[in-house]
């Protein structure tokens, strides 16, 4: 099945999770500092991105589809800035506001095209900034044919549960991109999608395909969802349905960076579902998108020419 331009214009996701503001600080490294055993970086140039769960929505807005984000941000200056690069971006923004958040920010010191340092600035939202979330997340759920909930563990999608229920109800395709050992709060997905690591956290190590056949069963059944799509690095990625498995191979070409590969790869799936793909049709162009995305510098995008060339 192919996806026109015109049909994937229409397909509208709605992404909820954890807001993040990505900085890069570029320099020249020359010297060893007389203070300490590090090298000295001489700041020549600032960057921002959009990060973590933002960095989804941007993904499938850069392949041609309609998305949407609801997640909360501190009323500070990197909130701020971080609703202004979505807004530019053509993105539908709804951040709610916690006065008590201080906006997550990775702030990464980039020297000789290495990263030599990165600091983090987070802590979590207030329940009262999370119920405002929710409330808006009904309202806008009729809107939109798909929802992806982005999870950095960061404290955005405390109430998940009761959204992932709504959205079910509505009859929507519900995507997550999971994180930590407790896989219960997202029992009735449709597709989860965790890499290698994050699934043997939550149903341990495996021998052979076939155990991991067996586990994968077991966890789809366990908290009845549709599909578990694993994504195993420059092995691939598998996927578990009710008609079995299907594995695609990895297609990077030059592996450069693999930072938000995995943002990619569901921004891909939910986008093209959202369109009226099924999981398993669109499973190989999403694994062609993650293999383009590791090719590039940073937290990076995929376009539609990209991906359908």
Do not use: C
Not at 37 to 58: L, M, S, T
Not at 133 to 154: C, I, M, N, W
Not at 214 to 233: P, Y
Not at 246 to 270: C, K, P, S, W
């Amino acid at each position: 099945m192919n996806i026109t331009k015109e049909q994937l214009a229409r397909a509208r996701v709605l992404v909820v999770g954890d807001a993040m503001l990505d900085r890069y600080w570029h320099g020249a490294v020359d010297r060893i500092s007389p203070e300490a055993p590090v090298p000295v970086v001489k700041v020549d140039r600032e960057e921002e991105r959009i990060g973590a769960a933002a960095n989804v929505a941007y993904n499938v807005v850069t392949l041609g589809a309609q998305a949407s984000f609801l997640g909360v941000v501190g009323d500070d200056e990197p909130g701020r800035r971080l609703e202004a690069l979505l807004r530019e971006t053509g993105i539908a923004t709804h951040l709610k506001r916690d006065p008590g958040l201080r906006t997550t920010v990775k702030l990464r010191v980039i020297g000789r095209h290495q990263q030599l340092l990165r600091m983090d600035f987070e802590n979590e939202p207030d329940h009262e900034a999370l119920a405002s979330q929710t409330e808006a997340f009904v309202r806008l759920l009729p809107l939109h044919d798909a929802v992806l909930f982005s999870d950095y563990g960061k404290g955005g999608l405390a109430h998940i549960t009761a959204m992932i229920e709504a959205a079910r109800a509505a009859h929507k395709a519900v995507l997550v991109d999971p994180k930590g050992s407790d896989y219960s709060r997202y029992a009735g997905a449709t597709v989860i999608t965790p890499n290698r690591i994050e699934l043997q956290q939550v149903v341990g190590a495996w021998r052979s395909d076939d155990e991991l056949r067996d586990k994968a069963r077991q966890l789809r059944e366990r908290l009845r969802i549709d599909v578990l799509l694993v994504t195993l690095g420059e092995d691939g990625m598998t996927l578990f349905d009710a008609q079995g498995d299907v594995h695609v191979q990895a297609q990077a070409r030059e592996v450069f960076d693999v930072t938000g590969a995995g943002d990619t790869v569901i921004a891909t799936l939910a986008a093209l579902v959202a369109a009226g793909m099924t999981p398993r049709e669109a499973l190989p162009l999403a694994n062609k998108a993650g293999g383009i995305v590791v090719g590039k510098f940073g937290t990076a995008t995929v376009s539609y020419e990209e991906l359908f060339s």
